[in-house]
Structure formats: C-alpha cells, structure tokens
C-alpha cells in the first residue's frame, strides 16, 4: 500500500471523530456557563407529568405535537440516573451533537466529498453559536438525536448494493434507524421520507427496480406509521392543515425559514424583511444549483437527499409553527437541520472553486483549505462567549436563585420558559429529583 492511500485511509477513519471532538471546545471554554444552566420551560413540564403520572405512563403519551417514546426513555432515564443534575443532560446533547458531526464527516467521505468540504461543512456544523439554544436546553436532545438516527440511516443506506437487491438484515436494520428518528423527534419522519424519495429518484442507474422499491417501502412505512400516530395522539397544528386553514401563513413561514437559513445567521445580516429574504433565498437556490451543476452524480444523489430533507423540514416548520410570527423562522432552535443541510453544498462550491482556480498547485491550494477552514471555525464561533453567558443568566444563575435562595420568590409566573408553573411547585419537584 502507498504512503498516501495508507494516510488517506487514516484520515477517512479518524479524521471524522476529531472534528467531533473539536466541536465539544465551546463547551469545554465555556463550561461554567453552561454547568449553572437548570432546568427550563418544557422540562419542568415534563419532569411534574412523570412525578404525576408515573414514567411509563407518561413515556407513552404526547409530548405537544411529538409522540416520541424513544426520547421519552432516554431523556427520563438520564434524568433519574444522574439524579436531577442539569449538567448531566446538557452533557449527553453535546456528546450526540459531537457524534453527528462525526457521523457527518463520515458520511460525506463515503458520498465522495473531498477533505476541504468535508472540513468545512463539519468546522461550520460542529462549532456554530448559532445553535446555542438546541445545544442549551436539555428537551432539544431530542432534535438532536433524531438527526442522529438520520445520518447513521444515511450512511447505512448509502452501503446498499449497486446492482442487486438488499438483503432483510440490511432492510430491517434501515427500519429500524428510521423509525428510530421518527419516535425520538417530530420531524424526524422526514428520515424515512427523504430516504424513500432518493431510492426511487436518485438511485444508481445500475440499481434494479425491486430493489429501489424495497428500499423505498423500508424507509416509507416506518416514517408513515410514526406519522399516523402523531397526528392521531398529538395536538398540533397538523390539525389545522386538514381543515385547509391558515394554509397561506404555513407556506408563508416555511418559504421564509428555507430562505433565510442557515444563511441569515452565517452572514450576519442585520436587515429584516421581504427583500432580505427573497436575496438570501435566491443565494441560496443559486449555490445550490451551481454545486449540483459541478458535482459528481455520487454527490448529487447525497445533496439530493439533503435537499429533500431540508424542503420537508420547511414545509413541517411552517405547518406546526407558522402562528408564531415570522421572526421565529431564523430562530436558534430551527438553525440545527439548516445548517446540516446546507453547509455540504457551500463546502462543495469552495472546494470546487479552489480546484479550478488552483488546479496545479497542490500545494498551495491545500494551504489555502487549511486557511479557510480556520477562518470559518473562528468566525461561526465567534458569538459563543456572549451567548454562553447570556444563557448561564436567563437560563441558569436566575433561576438558581429563584429556587434555592429567595426567601419569598412570586408564587405565579416567576418560573422562566414556564408562567403557568407555580414557583412553589417547582421547589417541590426540584426535592423530589433532587434537581442541581
């Protein structure tokens, strides 16, 4: 073997893990912040219907428009197991939050991606502020984990034979990733949907028909059955859709958040409005066909699928979500998936400018990649010290301070992310967990 296929070899298999690593820094910098975040908003909610319910009881019911049991149970579990410490649920997000960048990095080396988008899309993922709040607020675990399942679901799939049909080991194993996503976070029907769509449409010519509708219906059935269920069990405005209410404001919202993110957070853009978001989304689609015009078809059928993810994703954000204002399309919750699904496409147009600017230059045009990778990291984390601490106050040190030091806290509406939760039922739960 030769020296640069062996190194290449080692870098496909630890390259991955050490940009998951790098992504643990911010919480490693700024870890007295986030060790003083507590328990906020829905997991107070959660924590008082598994003390009023019991926790297999409350595993199975709707949590608002998710039906998530597989969450439930990890969530739950970990909450007992570490004995009410808000520390330890922040820890486990990050930790999964690693491994998909990990899971990322290898999935784009297996779709053919070079080491300069690779990088690039994973410094971008992995180290975004932008992200504080699914990376802050230990019930967005769930988000996170179902995009866990995703990529793991991807890359699985992405093992399925060219030229002859899977066999039922791979099969069930493909189900059972996508119907994990499914019952761990809403939206993570679009799994087994977006996996459905790239069998049929963006198989490989050589791939048999049996074998794409095999795929398909694998991916499909688990991703349909979770999301008959959510709509059976839950509340939520998927309700509303069936009625064909509101239907002009849910376009609306998911038009608005496929525009403007990740891009309106990633620029730093400080205009507001209609025309902010028509250029941004017309940048958007811009980059997105010049990148499927030069990349290779192994990597359009990889883009394809983010793509298809990324357009379900707009369309379930703007049907649950459109009734809080369009201002909450680029908020930091929703920013996660945007950025998942985007930044392979922006790395791959770096890339591809770099080769056809600096074709015979090797060289320098590794050193110019190694450049830009640093300077994306420095940049998308450049708001990290600030929102650290501002999370650590409104998220943490108050609440603290509520709960274990005011002599005679307001009984209603003190408690943050909560007002319908009494402070005197809060200290309540917070003896029976034992929350610190």
């Known amino acids: 073997m030769s020296r640069p296929l062996a190194w290449r070899r080692q870098g496909d298999r630890y390259g991955p893990w050490l940009f998951g690593l790098l992504a643990l820094v911010p919480l490693w910098v700024y870890r007295d912040d986030f060790r003083s975040l507590f328990w906020f908003g829905d997991d107070w909610d959660q924590l008082d219907q598994i003390a009023r319910f019991g926790f297999w009881s409350w595993t199975w019911q709707a949590f608002a428009e998710n039906f998530v049991p597989l969450f439930k149970m990890a969530w739950g ?132 028909t049996v074998a794409r509708a095999k795929l398909a219906v694998c991916c499909f059935l688990p991703a349909a059955g979770v999301a008959g269920l959510i709509f059976a069990l839950s509340s939520g405005n998927q309700h509303e859709l069936v009625r064909g209410s509101h239907l002009g404001e849910m376009a609306q919202f998911g038009a608005w958040y496929f525009s403007l993110n990740p891009l309106y957070r990633l620029l730093a853009t400080d205009s507001w409005g209609s025309r902010t978001t028509l250029l941004l989304g017309a940048l958007r689609v811009a980059l997105m066909l010049w990148v499927f015009w030069r990349a290779t078809s192994r990597q359009r059928r990889f883009l394809g699928l983010l793509l298809a993810f990324g357009l379900g994703d707009s369309v379930l954000l703007g049907i649950g979500r459109y009734h809080t204002g369009l201002e909450c399309t680029i908020s930091s ?16 147009a770096v890339e591809s400018a770099l080769g056809s600017v600096l074709a015979w230059f090797t060289r320098i045009r590794r050193t110019v990649a190694a450049v830009l990778v640093a300077m994306a990291a420095l940049w998308v984390c450049r708001d990290w010290r600030q929102y650290a601490h501002d999370y650590g106050d409104s998220r943490g040190r108050h609440t603290r301070d ?35």
Request: charged share 10%.
């Open 333 to 348: 919750r929703y920013h996660y998936n945007a950025l998942l699904c985007t930044l392979p496409f922006a790395g791959l």
């Open 77 to 208: 579990g970990l909450a007992l197991a570490a004995h009410g410490s808000y520390f330890a649920m922040i820890l486990a997000i990050w930790l999964t939050h690693a491994l998909n960048v990990a899971l990322l990095g290898k999935l784009l080396r297996q779709e053919g991606f070079g080491w300069t988008s690779t990088a690039l899309s994973l410094a971008g993922f992995g180290l975004s502020s932008a992200c504080i709040e699914i990376l802050a607020w230990s019930v967005q675990w769930s988000a996170v984990m179902s995009m866990s399942f995703f990529l793991l679901a991807a890359l699985w799939y992405g093992r399925a034979p060219a030229e002859t049909s899977p066999n039922q080991r791979f099969l069930w194993i493909l189900a059972a990733l996508v119907a994990a996503s499914a019952l761990t976070f809403s939206r993570g029907v679009l799994t087994g949907l977006s996996l459905a769509f790239s069998a049929l449409l963006l198989a490989p010519a050589a791939r048999p």
């Open 402 to 436: 509520l709960i274990f030091h005011q002599a005679r806290p307001p009984d209603q509406g003190a408690i943050p992310g909560i007002p319908f939760l009494s402070t005197t039922r809060a200290r309540e739960l917070t003896a029976i967990y034992h929350l610190h």
